[in-house]
T-cell receptor, first 114, second 116 residues
Framework: AQSVTQLDSHVSVSEGTPVLLRCNYSSSYSPSLFWYVQHPNKGLQLLLKYTSAATLVKGINGFEAEFKKSETSFHLTKPSAHMSDAAEYFCVVTLNTNAGKSTFGDGTTLTVKP | GAVVSQHPSWVICKSGTSVKIECRSLDFQATTMFWYRQFPKQSLMLMATSNEGSKATYEQGVEKDKFLINHASLTLSTLTVTSAHPEDSSFYIC????????????FGDGTRLSIL
């Protein structure tokens, strides 16, 4: 079994300040973890992925995430928020044994204030 | 460019109409594709797993006869909402899974379905 908890439903930051979107997971096996971003009326775009290689993963648009097995966390960060980062973010866990079937977090809405 | 193409992006139709949504994998052959439904301000809800050359696997509570899935080729899966009613109005998103373990799904841009 696997589950994902995004700890904040809404996060609001000012432009130019750091972003932290929190994600905790539970999994019976070593999972693959992903962060996706969704803009209004669009599909999901992959930001980054962790698949048992380096624990610090760098993604697109300046985002990165660190896999911490001891804390079962995979938090998403960005040093400096941009207005265009305002969107919905989803943390996703996939077990390789589950034919790619994924479990999605409930999402975090990121608001960026000017 | 887009890895997965979903068409149409918007559909408005009358109650009782059947609507077909296409999902094409452009860059790789996808034996597995997924169909999701998303309500406003909510996460994605998996409806079914589409398997090339075999029957789709539906999630609990999803009506097979209402949501027909066909995955006849390695690059195309279709979702047909049969006899659609206003409660079927939603945002439907497909994804394609590249071969090999641990790969991320690639998502289409979604289809906004509005039933009048």
């Amino acid at each position: 079994a696997q589950s994902v908890t995004q700890l904040d439903s809404h996060v609001s930051v000012s432009e130019g300040t750091p972003v932290l979107l929190r994600c905790n997971y539970s999994s019976s096996y070593s999972p693959s973890l992903f962060w996706y971003v969704q803009h209004p009326n669009k599909g999901l775009q992959l930001l980054l992925k962790y698949t048992s290689a380096a624990t610090l993963v760098k993604g697109i648009n300046g985002f990165e995430a660190e896999f911490k097995k001891s804390e079962t966390s995979f938090h998403l960060t960005k040093p400096s928020a941009h207005m265009s980062d305002a969107a919905e973010y989803f943390c996703v866990v996939t077990l390789n044994t589950n034919a790619g079937k994924s479990t999605f977090g409930d999402g975090t809405t990121l608001t960026v204030k000017p | 460019g887009a890895v997965v193409s979903q068409h149409p992006s918007w559909v408005i139709c009358k109650s009782g109409t059947s609507v077909k949504i296409e999902c094409r994998s452009l860059d790789f052959q996808a034996t597995t594709m997924f169909w999701y439904r998303q309500f406003p301000k909510q996460s994605l809800m998996l409806m079914a797993t589409s398997n090339e050359g075999s029957k789709a696997t539906y999630e609990q509570g999803v009506e097979k006869d209402k949501f027909l899935i066909n995955h006849a080729s390695l690059t195309l899966s279709t979702l047909t909402v049969t006899s659609a009613h206003p409660e079927d109005s939603s945002f439907y998103i497909c994804s394609a899974l590249p071969p090999g373990g641990g790969q991320p799904q690639h998502f289409g841009d979604g289809t906004r379905l509005s039933i009048l």
